[in-house]
């Protein structure tokens, strides 16, 4: 039985999500993603205005009027939301934890993809494989996958990006778009992921906050790798342990950014406390225009 508590804050997450698809989002999603193909629908009578390149000259041949062939798109898609869940999605600074996020994030392409039809299906893993939902269509669908971002309790702590993205490889067979919805806080996952991407269609979502990228002048603080449980201090008020502190997540920024560059996938970058909505609208947008 699910608590009360968790059904009005799935309830909260479907109302605000489906509305920022329903406002921002609309058509924005289609045009960044299309269909298999076209395919041939019926004929009709041409009309004043029709591109003459769509007449069906054989049955214009046996009719006393020319007529055009209408066509349309072969819709259906799957999108498969593949979700780290591992300890560091616990961190959060600006009034939302990653994780609370990743779940907001997760929510908005999971109703965006069903409003155009398509089936959605998701992977949510740490060092392992957590939880595997195939994929379907509809509302209740979608917030069966609310449900399991926010009620999962994971049995791993540390991230494994390149087992999580074989699993995916081998076991979804239908091509997907992949959203790969992580902090991205792990190595050795190019070669998995480069294999992913020749089989799936793959978009990094990478989450981070601000705490990650530079340090206040706090004094003697206490670091805890929330994944490995290594402790380190760090003394705050020295303008030099800032540097180098920022120093470093710019150079795992770096590195992210040559690896996706190598493998010619174009990532969003999402930040905790920030308006996600728009940067996912302009990277549909941006899609859309090279589509």
């Not at 919805?181 to 294999?195: H, M, N, P, T, W």
Request: glycine share 6%.
């Amino acid at each position: 039985m699910i608590p009360q508590e968790l059904v009005k804050k799935i309830r909260r997450i479907q109302i605000r999500t489906s509305h920022k698809v329903d406002d921002v989002l609309a058509g924005q999603y289609h045009s960044a993603f299309k269909g298999r193909g076209i395919e041939f629908e019926e004929v009709r009578p041409y009309q004043d205005g029709d591109d003459i390149r769509t007449i069906d000259w054989n049955v214009t041949a046996r009719s006393d009027q020319p007529y055009i062939k209408l066509f349309r798109e072969e819709r259906e898609l799957t999108v498969f939301l593949l979700v780290d869940l591992s300890a560091s999605q616990g961190l959060g600074t600006h009034y939302q934890t990653k994780r609370e996020l990743v779940t907001e994030i997760g929510s908005t392409l999971a109703f965006s993809a069903i409003k155009n039809n398509d089936k959605v299906g998701m992977m949510l893993f740490t060092d392992g494989i957590e939880k595997t939902i195939p994929p379907r269509k509809g509302s209740k669908h979608v917030l069966r996958c609310i449900r399991e971002l926010l009620y999962c309790e994971p049995m791993g702590q540390g991230t494994d990006m390149a087992s999580a993205l074989t699993h995916l490889t081998r076991t979804v067979k239908r091509r997907s778009i992949v959203f790969v919805v992580s902090d991205f806080q792990d190595e050795g996952y190019e070669k998995a992921l480069r294999i992913a991407k020749r089989k799936h269609d793959i978009i990094p979502v990478v989450i981070g906050d601000q705490r990650e990228l530079e340090m206040p002048p706090i004094g003697m603080i206490e670091l805890r790798d929330s994944e490995t449980g290594h402790v380190a201090q760090l003394d705050t008020s020295s303008r030099r342990n800032r540097k180098l502190f920022a120093q470093r997540a710019q150079a795992q920024i770096a590195e992210q950014e040559s690896l996706f560059r190598r493998l010619k996938i174009e990532p969003m970058r999402i930040m905790t406390g920030e308006d996600y909505v728009e940067p996912i609208r302009e990277y549909f947008h941006r899609r859309g225009d090279r589509e």
